[in-house]
């Protein structure tokens, strides 16, 4: 068992794509599930809608970048309000189930053969990356930190994606400072008191959505870029299910939470993967326990344990604060 | 009218055996790859050839007897692979609307799938009218299943406000021990799917017992527990996973039935038996809610837990009663569904979507609601099929979701009442 390669991946990990993907998809997930006491099931759909809406402008109808950019951050508020308007209004676990359904009919719609002229269908959308990297000002070479060393893409993909993580984290951070961010803070608290107080607690809501979907999008455009190609399975319902997990464990309504969260979930799943398939390739683990093919299921159970866990024991994940949680549908 | 729906399930199965393909582990290089199949049977001595962007061909394969095809290429880019329509077997045709020749991108170092949808050919094809009854009567068939399990997911969120992601996982539990005792410990399938309605609703009763009685004892919130289902739902989809792994297997008993032709429709004898099985268990479940003792207690508490125990009803004895109805209930969902398709270790996280639809269509709470919305969504997204492609039937099913939810949000017989 080699540690020192162990740890250096999990490192990597911790500020690699993943984590910032999952970054700002939580961070928009924060605003609603942390602050504002929505639960989006669906944030997953978010990302895709800007993902695809980058790709197929670019790649499919010749767009340049920033238009393409334009038609997803465009998607991502026409699928917030779309969703919103008519669960809003309803008791909360309507929208999870609204969320949830929505998220599945755009990755179906996505993957299927019928729009793969437009989609790429179950392989996906390339060739659209080219305008982001062109206007890559690092020049070719191997960029290093610590111990870790990237090409001049990843630089290039990695500095957007954290500069992103940290303008979003400081919208949030003065958003919910502000008199409309305590109004969110107030729904979530008791949405009656809010309304007999005259505010509109619908149009707040709708508010949130939107604000939380367009963070997720620029995910999406991370997503994009970083892999340098859009697939549909990239966004199922398990996506938005770690987004949550990130939330919970970072703590849900804090401006750092998601940030923190998303790179320990990823270091962590970093190493359980390192440590597996080190100690299979050094015998300690027989075939009949566990195949090489097994390491990424056992990841699967090891999020949804450590998703009940957190939510039974420690509700506030680990900067939250067990107050700010006390959610209740009915 | 048999071959439109088999024309219909074999393009869906080719499309399946595509994604659940593995890329080739041996070939380092890039590789054009696929399976043809027709009505999940494979279809062997077809000739594929792919040519350069220029028109020059770089590789030319036969199918297998597995259906199979490979063809390396000698570098990434650009290539169109056509499948020789002059080679298929006569009744079987390049489904309509689909080019036998297509031009993708392969990137360097991609073992690229390639998906020719087959289907009967197109000769007889029958007009859409005449689909008509045969895809109702196999929605009821869909609906009937997606009910019996809907049934478990209505009660218990009516009785304890818990909406539960886990649901599906039951499903896939029955499926899947039913496989373990007909295929590996050699039961017949009836015994087996006993056997696997008993664990499950064992099962049910147990994860009351220790996961969520102790929750509601602890007052942990209706949001937080939701959260804890979707846990509970990844945990049991990897374990799932890990054991039972990726594909799809059918049972043992029942599998290559001939369907009898009815008039209109053709029904094979398993649907029939799946069908008025359903239809026994659902007429038990409203006798039961309707006339006996625990059942009135269940609609009391469903209606007001508090008001309910202050009445002298023992109200944790009513939860679990319904998680082990529920839970057995949905895994007879799951054998009943596996046995018209296969068991996999998503079969039920891929109805559990349309179970909601469901439960939600008819009114969140409601058993019988929850009857009628499913049977309306199994009957809708069937049907739909004769307007949208197949593929897209479960996103049409949720969209008309979420229509209703626009108009009439306490669902076809839920109560309105005033919601924020």
């Known amino acids: 068992m080699d540690w020192s390669v162990i740890f250096t991946n999990a490192l990597a990990a911790a500020v690699g794509l993943e984590t910032v993907i999952f970054a700002l998809a939580a961070i928009g997930l924060n605003v609603h599930f942390g602050y504002t006491g929505l639960l989006n099931f ?75 002229e437009y989609t790429g269908g179950s392989d996906g959308q390339g060739r659209f990356a080219e ?49 409309w961010g305590r109004v969110l803070k107030a729904i979530r ?17 709708l508010q949130s959505l939107v604000l939380g979907g367009v963070l997720g999008s620029l995910a999406g455009f991370i997503t994009a870029w970083g892999n340098a190609v859009v697939q549909p399975d990239n966004f199922s319902t398990e996506t938005t299910f770690y987004a949550y997990t990130i939330v919970i464990l970072g703590g849900a309504a804090r401006v750092f939470g998601p940030v923190v969260g998303a790179a320990i979930f990823w270091a962590l799943l970093s190493l359980t993967d390192n440590i597996l398939n080190q100690a299979k390739a050094a015998g300690y683990i027989p075939d009949a326990i566990l195949t090489g093919f097994q390491v990424g299921q056992v990841r699967l159970m090891l999020v949804g344990l450590g998703l009940m866990a957190l939510m039974i024991w420690r509700p506030q994940g680990l900067f939250g604060d067990r107050r700010e949680l006390a959610l209740d549908a009915r | 009218m048999r071959h439109a729906v088999r024309a219909a399930t074999g393009a869906l199965l080719a499309v399946l055996c595509l994604l659940l393909l593995p890329g080739a582990a041996t070939a380092a290089g890039e590789t054009l790859q696929g399976a043809l199949r027709n009505g999940g049977e494979p279809v062997e001595g077809v000739t594929i050839t792919v040519t350069t962007a220029d028109g020059e061909q770089v590789g030319e394969d036969e199918t297998d007897e597995t259906g199979a095809f490979v063809i390396e290429l000698p570098e990434a880019g650009e290539y169109t692979i056509s499948l020789d329509e002059d080679t298929l077997p006569d009744d079987v045709a390049i489904r309509e609307g689909r080019s036998a020749s297509v031009t993708l991108p392969v990137n360097v170092g991609q073992q690229r799938s390639v998906l020719f949808p087959l289907g009967e050919s197109s000769r007889e094809v029958r007009s859409d009218l005449d689909r008509l009854p045969q895809l109702a009567l196999e929605g009821l068939n869909f609906g009937l299943i997606i009910a019996l399990a809907a049934v478990g997911l209505s009660l218990i969120y009516g009785t304890t406000g818990l909406v539960n992601f886990a649901h599906g996982e039951l499903v896939t539990l029955g499926a899947l021990v039913a496989y373990f005792f007909n295929a590996i410990v050699g039961l017949q399938l009836v015994p087996a799917a006993i056997i696997a309605v008993l664990i499950c609703a064992a099962m049910g009763g147990a994860q009351d017992f220790v996961l969520w009685r102790p929750l509601r004892r602890k007052g942990t919130g209706l949001i937080a527990m939701l959260v804890v289902t979707i846990g509970l739902a990844l945990f049991a989809r990897g374990f799932y996973l890990y054991l039972f792994g990726g594909g799809s297997r059918p049972y043992v008993d029942y599998q290559l039935q001939p369907a009898t032709d009815l008039g209109p429709v053709a029904l094979a004898p398993k649907d029939a038996v799946t069908m008025g099985l359903c239809v026994l268990m659902l007429l038990l479940v409203a006798f039961a809610l309707l006339r006996t ?81 499913s049977v309306a969504v199994g009957v809708f997204t069937q049907v739909s099929t004769l307007v949208i492609p197949t593929e897209l039937k479960n996103a049409g099913a949720l969209a008309v979701l979420i229509l209703i939810l626009l108009f009439r949000p306490q669902g076809i017989l839920g109560r309105a009442e005033r919601v924020g």
């Open chain 1, 131 to 179: 305008g982001f990297y062109s206007i890559n000002p690092i020049p070719v070479g191997t960029y290093g930190l610590g111990p870790l060393n990237f090409s001049e893409r990843q630089t290039f993909v990695l500095s957007v994606g954290w500069t992103l993580v940290a303008l979003s984290c400081l919208l949030v951070f003065m958003l919910m400072r502000s008199p």
């Open chain 2, 293 to 373: 003792r625990i059942g009135k207690a269940t609609r009391a508490v469903a209606d007001n837990p508090a008001l309910a125990a202050s009445s002298g009803i023992d109200v944790e004895r009513v939860i679990s009663t319904v998680w082990i109805a529920g839970a057995g209930l949905a895994g007879m969902a799951g054998i009943l569904l596996a046995l018209g398709q296969q068991a996999s270790f998503q079969t039920g996280f891929q109805i559990l979507l349309l179970v909601f639809a469901g439960v939600t269509l008819g009114g969140l709470g409601t058993a019988f609601g929850a009857l009628v919305g």
């Open chain 1, 42 to 116: 669906g944030q997953a759909a978010f990302l895709a809608m800007a993902g695809y809406g980058l790709a197929i402008s670019v790649a499919t109808f010749g767009l340049p970048t920033l238009v393409g950019v334009g038609i997803g951050l465009l998607g991502a508020v026409l699928l917030a309000l779309l969703l919103g308007a008519p669960t809003l209004r309803l008791r909360a676990d309507y929208l999870a189930i609204v969320t949830i359904a929505a998220a599945e009919i755009v990755r179906l719609v996505f993957r299927s053969v019928t729009l793969s």
């Open chain 1, 189 to 205: 608290e008791d949405e009656d008191a809010v309304r007999s107080l005259g505010k509109n607690v619908y149009s707040y809501k």
